[in-house]
């Protein structure tokens, strides 16, 4: 499991939600929500689109090459859990590397 790291000098009272009450994201300098796409409906504050854009995490995911994520070969190797519950998989030492379970 990762941990999640918060940026500590993020300002948090001064984030934008979506106009759309049924979307979680916030809106990002190009006045767009980062989660829907959709424009803010409404006066975005002066200055909003001068912060540092980071990237998302799919921008992240599309810059890493196939040695940083593993192979497709080494996905279609893996061998589940028995236990149906858990969502691990089974290590070189032969137990789950989630629950310990033995294969």
């Known amino acids: 499991m990762s941990e999640i790291i ?6 948090w009272d001064a984030r934008i ?8 994201g916030t809106i990002g300098p ?3 929500c980062k989660e829907c796409g959709k424009p ?4 975005l504050p002066e200055g909003h689109g001068r912060e ?12 890493l090459s196939p040695e940083d994520t593993g192979s497709d070969d080494d996905w279609d190797k893996r061998v589940l859990c028995s236990d149906g519950a858990c969502i691990g998989t089974i290590g070189p030492n032969g137990k789950c590397k989630e629950c ?4």
């Not at 918060?6 to 300002?11: R, V």
């Open 6 to 11: 918060f940026d500590e000098n993020m300002d």
């Open 40 to 43: 803010y409906e409404g006066v």
């Open 17 to 24: 939600l979506c106009s759309d009450e049924s979307c979680i």
């Open 52 to 63: 540092t854009v980071q990237p998302s995490a799919t921008e992240e995911a599309k810059s």
């Open 100 to 103: 310990g379970k033995s294969l």
């Open 30 to 32: 190009d006045g767009k």
